[in-house]
């Protein structure tokens, strides 16, 4: 099974509102990734978790906090977004970092 | 700078037909590159992986190469069919353990 879900498909939430981005592998896998993408451009990196440490920061605003509650599981809270911050959020493990990425179907995110 | 450039951004190919995509990345000091597919508003699907070490990958209809000394990669796609439609994203792992994405081709099969 090379399966990574992501819930919920899609968010509407205001600039105001708190809300969290779920993701969950069961593969054993020991890397996870948050990735973000606007329409029409590749995804670009925001965390990257290894074995449940965060590893990577790619400078991503305080506003997105994210959090690796165990191996299989990985958590993106959001709060005081902006307009700017909608786009589709996509999440993928790996056996470890630097092996083959397995992606998510992704979150759609609207901000108001 | 390491940078990935997928030419060109979109193609029209009619169905049956063979067709090659094609990845260019800046440094030939690769760990891996990975090639991935992406229909409209979803995920990423992974369809070939190629280490460093290695020269191409198949699965299915799909064969991918690659030439660190060039700077390449190709995907090729035999016997096209609509199905195939979908942005192709090439992926490349530098070694820090990030992936660097190409900006995509946009593939589209005619009937």
């Known amino acids: 099974d090379t399966e990574v879900t992501q819930t919920p498909k899609h968010l509407v939430m205001g600039m105001t509102n708190k809300k969290s981005l779920k993701c969950e592998q069961h593969m054993g896998h020991r890397a996870m990734y948050w990735y973000k993408q606007k329409a029409k451009k590749p995804p670009e990196l925001m965390f990257v978790y290894s074995y449940e440490k965060l590893s990577i920061n790619e400078s991503v605003p305080s506003r997105f906090s994210p959090e690796c509650p165990n191996s299989s599981l990985l958590n993106l809270h959001l709060h005081a977004l902006q307009p700017e911050d909608s786009a589709l959020y996509l999440c993928?493990?790996?056996?470890?970092?630097?092996?083959?990425?397995?992606f998510g179907p992704g979150t759609r995110l609207t901000v108001t | 700078k390491q940078e990935v450039t997928q030419i060109p951004a979109a193609l029209s190919v009619p169905e049956g037909e063979n067709l090659v995509l094609n990845c260019s990345f800046t440094?030939?000091?690769?760990?891996?590159l990975q090639w991935f597919r992406q229909d409209p508003g979803k995920g990423l699907t992974s369809l070939l992986l190629?280490?460093?070490?290695?020269r191409e990958q198949t699965s299915g209809r799909l064969n991918a190469s690659l030439d660190k000394s060039s700077g390449r990669s190709t995907l090729y796609i035999a016997a096209s069919q609509p199905g195939d439609s979908a942005t192709y994203l090439c992926?490349?792992?530098?070694?820090?353990?990030?992936?660097?994405f190409g900006t995509g081709t946009r593939l589209t099969i005619i009937p």
């Open positions: 993928a493990s790996s056996q470890d970092r630097s092996y083959e990425q397995y």
């Open positions: 440094d030939s000091a690769i760990y891996n």
């Open positions: 992926a490349v792992n530098f070694g820090n353990e990030k992936l660097t």
């Open positions: 190629i280490q460093s070490s290695q």
